[in-house]
């Protein structure tokens, strides 16, 4: 067993809003400059939708993640080595900008030097960022916001697509009812990430400290075969340099304890960091189980009890600071996807072992309980429903359980009865024993959950510890005799704000290498697999 720690995030959909504050932020802190106008690292879809880019999800057409081969073997479905060389020069498999969407700017300076007395009133009119030449604006990051252009495209969302017929037109029926929810999508950071392993310059790497995926800039060759990987779709190119950029999940906020921007500026609090602890010599056989039901519980077990002495001194062994392993102890990550087991990671059945989770929205069904005449206070009648109501259950499963509608019913019915129990907790003090008994927890661990997810504090949401003391000074010294930087502009490297700890402590940006002067993990044992 080597154990290794991550950062990892969850997300509560039931609070997501779409007010897109976290992907406005994002894009001002790493993304608004020449290269990257059509980039978001953070964006927020509207489901049932196509996405952003359009059907990155239908992985028939884009070749993204793993696939298990005739034998058992865990391949890229983009091929092995020697075919993805074939085509290196000509990647088959590459969104292009209609995929995405021609991002575009408008002439403002004629609002206020046009000429009185003109008949018409003057207007802006679109013109596109990448050629200066007038456009139309057809398509954009979230076109299908809040079901805007849903009744244009949606039916095509990739999810629908792989439902039974009749499951399937129900939700699309469902769009005249205004059945949707917000997904906010970040990269991944995956325990076995595609793109590092289909990267033929080894510029993707995942950071040995913490898990972290990154783009080395040096070595970045702009083959793109990493954008073909990920499943996700959230590996760019930057037109302006030719290089491959990314979500660095914020890294210099990170080493000094602090969360990632999107998570400090959501308005719907809904995000959580923390630090998760896993067995590394585990991951390729979780991702290679034949089931893709059982993907689930496989990259669960993936994961180690920060509470088992023997895990923690096995930490220990490994050369985790004992204040990681605290907040490993402390991680509310830990709670959601293993204790109280409500998190969920989209599309396991692309098999990298995601570490952004979510809690799945329980609101369309309570909208579904009330049209249906029933109490959505009534914990029976919301059970009622998520047993006779597959949609949204269908659809929520093939986002988060590879179809296993089961398992995705029982995550709504915990958040059901979590509700119901607090209701008659708040209303006249009485403890539901038979809810609790229905999802086998106990009351302190209905009550912990609906702490977390519903009235948790800044510190409990964000369990994010600081780059290890002891390394800080060589991690400072490092960064700055490489000038290493996740991201290139025009002039050179785009250097983040570097943050500090309170003590004097601490890593500034560009932790780009090990502390012993390495790389990063060189993939599991699945680095550069074919």
Known sequence: ??????????????????????????????????????????????????????????????????????????????????????????????????DYYEPATFDKDILVSAPGGLSDTPVKRPHSALTGEPMSVTWGANWEDSLGGAHERAGGDPNLVKMAGDAAAKVRFEFEKTFMFHLPRICEHCLNPACVSACPSGAMYKREEDGIVLVDQDRCRGWRMCVSACPYKKVYVNHATGKAEKCTLCFPRIEAGLPTICAETCVGRLRYLGIVLYDEDAVLAAASVEDEHDLLDAQRAVFLDPHDPAIRQAARDAGLPEEWIDAAQRSPIWKLIAEYRIALPLHPEYRTLPMVWYVPPLSPVLDAA???????????????????????????????????????????????AMRSYMRARTLDGTVAQELLDSI???????????????????????????????????????????????????????????????????????????????????????????
């Open 1 to 98: 067993m080597r154990i290794r720690a991550q950062v990892a995030m969850v997300m509560n959909l039931d609070k997501c809003i779409g007010c897109h504050t976290c992907s406005v932020t994002c894009k001002q802190t790493w993304t608004n400059r020449e290269g990257t106008e059509y980039v978001w690292f953070n964006n927020v879809e509207t489901k049932p939708g196509i996405g952003y880019p359009k059907h990155y999800e239908d992985q028939e057409r884009w070749k993204g993640g793993w696939r298990l081969d005739r034998k058992g073997r865990l391949t890229l479905r983009s091929g092995g080595r020697a075919k993805r060389l074939s085509h290196i020069f000509a990647n088959p498999q590459l969104p292009s900008i209609d």
């Open 370 to 416: 009330g049209a249906a005449g029933r109490d959505d206070t009534d914990a029976d009648d919301v059970f009622h429903t998520i047993r006779e109501l597959r949609i949204p259950v269908e659809y929520l499963a093939e986002l988060f359980t590879a179809g296993d509608a089961d398992a995705a019913a029982g995550v709504l019915m915990k958040l059901a």
């Open 440 to 530: 086998g927890m106990t009351a302190e661990q209905v009550e912990g959950m609906y702490r977390l997810l519903a009235i948790a504090k800044y510190d409990e949401r964000y369990v994010v510890p600081a780059a290890h003391a002891r390394d800080a000074a060589a991690l400072e010294a490092q960064a700055a005799a490489h000038g290493e930087c996740p991201v290139d502009g025009e002039t050179g490297p785009v250097t983040s704000e570097k943050f500090h700890l309170a003590q004097g402590s601490g890593a500034g940006g560009g932790l780009f290498r090990r502390s012993d002067g390495r790389r990063g993990l060189p993939l599991n044992p699945l680095r550069g697999a074919s």
